[in-house]
């Protein structure tokens, strides 16, 4: 079964929680929106640990480094395709301006033989708890609410 680990960034505005969400780069996702944000994640295997892939994961999306600790663990969900996802929350705060991520090459269009390369993510943007449900992959709206619910004590 593959597996990701991914950060899901929190910070506060003006009192408010707010989440790190990133779009996912490439012709498929350019005219989708609500669904198709992702907490910056990506897979590993075994022989890494999740949180260390974590990190990593959002550096290559983000081109920001993560804290190095502080982290809470939000456990792991399953999406809709079976890949299992762990996730971790950290707070810390960064300029979406700031954020480039790496590029992959991508056969397009599908079965061409043709490839171009695409970022992984085109853009990354902070989102109040509402609207990041809205706009998360709904199997990761969950960790969202999982968050939500261990910073009411705020």
């Known amino acids: 079964m593959k597996q990701s680990a991914g950060i899901l960034a929190f910070r506060y505005r003006d009192g408010e929680l707010e989440v790190l969400l990133a779009h996912p780069g490439g012709p498929l996702w350019a005219n989708k929106d609500d669904g198709a944000w992702s907490i910056p994640k990506g897979e590993f295997d075994d022989s890494e640990v999740g949180l260390d892939a974590a990190r990593r994961e959002f550096q290559e999306e983000t081109s920001i480094e993560p804290p190095s600790d502080g982290y809470i663990s939000l456990g792991s969900i399953t999406q809709k395709s079976g890949k299992l996802v762990h996730a971790w929350a950290v707070e810390m705060d960064l300029d979406p301006a700031q954020a480039v991520?790496?590029?992959?090459?991508?056969?397009?269009?599908?079965?061409?033989?043709?490839?171009?390369?695409?970022?992984?993510?085109?853009?990354?943007?902070?989102?109040?708890?509402?609207?990041?449900?809205?706009?998360?992959?709904?199997?990761?709206?969950?960790?969202?609410?999982?968050?939500?619910?261990?910073?009411?004590?705020?």
Do not use: C, M, Y
């Open 101 to 154: 991520s790496n590029n992959f090459a991508l056969e397009w269009p599908p079965r061409s033989g043709k490839t171009i390369e695409v970022p992984e993510v085109d853009q990354v943007e902070w989102f109040r708890p509402p609207d990041a449900h809205r706009k998360a992959n709904p199997a990761q709206a969950e960790l969202i609410s999982r968050l939500v619910a261990l910073r009411t004590d705020r």
